[in-house]
């Protein structure tokens, strides 16, 4: 038997009044969960992002259009997500989870891990997405 755990997770209050310095696990949670807008801030001026076996981004601007992209079609789906479980070791986050994204005709289910690799600058600088479409 499978056990999957789900976690409800509270994003930091990111308002600019807020004290809380957002650590690289609620980063990795923010590009985990789509929230993009959240975290930009965070990203290396040189950021790339593999999403294995599709394309590969490469340079802020580059990543920040697709980030962009895909926060625009979460405003246009219904959509869940579920963390599943989170590793962190030194300046590198591990994100595995699952998403749903529900239209009028069908529900998509995708398993996907996210590996994230921090610069010293405690900045987003590689991110590795491996993402499989569930029947």
């Known amino acids: ?7 409800k ?3 930091p209050n ?13 980063i990795a949670i ?22 294995v076996g599709e394309q590969q981004l490469s340079g802020f601007d580059q990543v920040l259009k697709h980030c962009q992209s895909i926060e625009h079609y979460f405003t246009t789906v219904a959509h869940e997500f579920h963390i599943q479980a989170i590793h962190q070791t030194g300046h590198h986050v591990i994100v ?4 749903q994204f ?11 891990c996210d590996v994230y690799t921090f610069n010293n ?11 499989i479409s569930i029947q």
């Open 1 to 7: 038997m499978n056990v999957i755990m789900i976690f």
């Open 9 to 11: 997770l509270e994003l």
């Open 14 to 26: 990111l308002n600019k009044k807020s004290q809380k310095k957002m650590t690289l696990t609620d």
């Open 30 to 51: 923010c590009f985990s969960t789509g929230k993009f807008s959240r975290i930009q801030q965070h990203f290396s001026q040189t950021i790339t992002w593999e999403i």
């Open 96 to 99: 595995q989870g699952e998403a």
């Open 102 to 112: 529900h239209n009028t005709q069908q529900t998509s289910r995708i398993s996907a």
């Open 121 to 131: 600058l405690n900045q987003l600088a590689q991110i590795q997405s491996y993402c």
